[in-house]
């Protein structure tokens, strides 16, 4: 395994999704030099997968007092408060800005409203109370990775290393394990085999989620929860993982797997409906919740869970036919047509779904500006856990996160340069090293580990839990973390062995964290504490790597 010299930058980024490259443009147009470290290409991450939306007050008849209200109740007494404010309020501003860059959504006028054609079309998606969801289409994500993309390859400060896996964060201690501070990051150059060192001022994690931990996921391939564990890894602290956020509607079809249908289906009318033991389609929500098929989403997820586990089905379905096909290929063309692949016809035939984990509440604790206890260090977007979601995270709430967080950590990053120049260009930085290491023969322990570890998360620790399963799943996760790190130690590393260690870390940091929480609230549902622990309002689960 060949080892590079040190690459010097100002700042470094783990991640080109929204967070990533939202975070990299704002420090290079603040006058730093950026590396943005990316482990695929640089438009493979979840926000290109994004249908729904961004969740923002825009219309003058919502406020951010109502959106607020909506983010609390559905945080279910988890979320800081402050935070939800602070985001909340900033995110008309920071939409105008990627409207500014170019960035296009949809209005009013594009689906045939001539009086108000000028205004935007916002939806509304479960747990809203309001129509308040900006869009571009049903392929927002999209459409915000195109306009970073552009505005980053077109910024000199900026350079992007895709087909790099980050390692580990470096760390340098002063003191023994004291004053310990980031300054830069180790990662393997796929195509030329070769360690790279990365030095800065700042590092920010902002690697996206953990959905690839899971049998069944709506994240593309690299979502292995890579910033959660280097960042337990470094020390710092990590929050609420045991809220894992399942999809309740993932396109259920043979050949086409981690198809999301947007929420914004039920919130333009969709009704969720199983089949009785007579075979006809019946809508079941009204017995789980008063909102019915735009409750929040854990409620949706374990009604659709347990009608299909009480029916012994495969699916549940979602019923938009009252709409004409006209409205639903304007509306969602590109479910539209990805459903028309599976022979489902939205206008006509009912769409087949089930849930899929999807987003992690949970993350690298942080505070509003992504600042983490480590100075150096910062995370923001899925990776990192603000307060904002709480125990259950409001539909397109991420969105804005990631772009509000983004902007407010390079504000704070600014306000302590002199301090983090001094700390990390005071510092030497030491190669990697690969120690004795050889190549391995054996590659088929990586992929049993890895299967073995996304199923029994799946049975055990999923959105039924139970004392007995998590503790199933402690026992064999104890086991195969031992083996992975042998293997690690033994063998040079290689881009699946690197994913297959942050997999099962990331793992028994979730399982840990559901085994430590005696309740059931939001996203964490343990049949042997059915109930929500009052006592338990705002006190967050945290785990953190004992040196």
């Not at 079809?253 to 999301?260: A, K, M, N, V, Y």
């Not at 004409?324 to 590109?334: C, S």
């Not at 089930?354 to 505070?367: F, I, K, N, Q």
């Not at 996760?477 to 690197?498: A, C, G, H, N, S």
Request: with cysteine; hydrophobic share 40%.
């Amino acid at each position: 395994m060949k080892v590079s010299d040190c690459l010097e930058f100002d700042h470094i980024v783990i991640g080109s999704g929204i967070a990533g490259l939202s975070s990299a443009l704002h420090l290079a147009e603040a006058g730093g030099s950026v590396a943005v470290i990316t482990k695929s290409a640089i438009d493979e991450c979840n926000t290109k997968l994004a249908q729904g939306g961004i969740a923002c007050v825009l219309d003058k008849e919502d406020t951010f007092e109502s959106h607020v209200q909506d983010t609390l109740y559905a945080g279910a007494g988890l979320c800081t408060e402050d935070v939800v404010r602070k985001i909340i309020e900033t995110g008309p501003e920071v939409v105008h800005e990627f409207i500014s860059r170019g960035a296009h959504f949809t209005t009013r006028g594009e689906l045939g409203e001539s009086t108000k054609k000028d205004e935007f079309d916002l939806g509304r998606e479960g747990g809203h109370s309001q129509r308040r969801v900006l869009h571009a289409g049903d392929i927002t994500g999209e459409e915000i990775e195109r306009i970073l993309i552009k505005s980053c390859l077109a910024n000199k400060k900026i350079k992007i290393f895709k087909n790099h896996v980050s390692i580990d964060v470096i760390i340098k201690r002063q003191n023994g394990q004291k004053n310990r501070h980031c300054v830069g990051v180790y990662a393997l150059d796929r195509d030329n085999k070769v360690v790279k060192t990365f030095h800065g001022m700042t590092t920010t994690i902002a690697t996206g989620g953990n959905g690839k931990v899971y049998l069944y996921t709506s994240n593309p391939d690299i979502a292995c929860g890579a910033g959660v564990a280097m960042g337990y890894r470094a020390g710092v602290k990590i929050a609420n993982m045991e809220f894992i956020q399942f999809h309740p509607t993932i396109l259920y079809h043979p050949s086409i797997r981690s198809f999301l249908i947007s929420e914004a289906v039920r919130g333009e009318g969709a009704v969720l409906k199983c089949r009785n033991k007579k075979g006809k389609l019946v809508s079941f929500m009204k017995k789980y919740h008063p909102m019915k098929s735009l409750a929040p989403r854990d409620v949706v997820a374990r009604a659709i869970d347990s009608e299909m586990k009480r029916l012994g089905q495969e699916c549940v379905y979602l019923d938009i036919t009252h709409h004409d096909e006209a409205t639903l290929r304007r509306r969602f063309p590109n479910i539209f047509q990805k459903c028309l692949e599976a022979g489902v016809n939205m206008a006509k035939d009912p769409i087949p779904v089930v849930p899929a984990a999807h987003y992690s509440c949970g993350g690298v604790l942080t505070d509003v500006n992504g600042a983490t206890e480590m100075p150096g260090l910062y995370a923001v977007g899925e990776a990192a856990c603000t307060g904002l979601h709480g125990a259950n995270r409001l539909a397109s709430n991420s969105l804005l996160e990631a772009m509000v967080v983004a902007k407010l950590s390079v504000q704070d990053i600014y306000s302590k340069t002199d301090m983090l120049k001094t700390l990390s260009f005071d510092t030497d930085i030491s190669g990697w090293t690969c120690g004795n290491a050889t190549d391995s023969d054996e590659m088929v322990v990586i992929s049993h580990n890895w299967d073995e570890i996304r199923h029994f998360m799946w049975d055990y620790v999923g959105i039924f839990r139970t004392n007995k399963r998590l503790q199933r799943a402690k026992a064999r996760i104890q086991l195969i973390r031992k083996e992975i790190e042998k293997y690690y130690w033994d063998f040079l590393v290689t881009p699946d062995l690197i994913e297959l260690r942050n997999i099962a870390s990331t793992a028994e940091i979730i399982i840990d964290s559901a085994l430590s929480r005696k309740e059931s609230r939001g996203l964490n549902f343990n049949a042997d504490y059915p109930y929500r622990d009052a006592e338990l309002d705002c006190v967050n689960t945290i785990v953190q790597r004992k040196f």
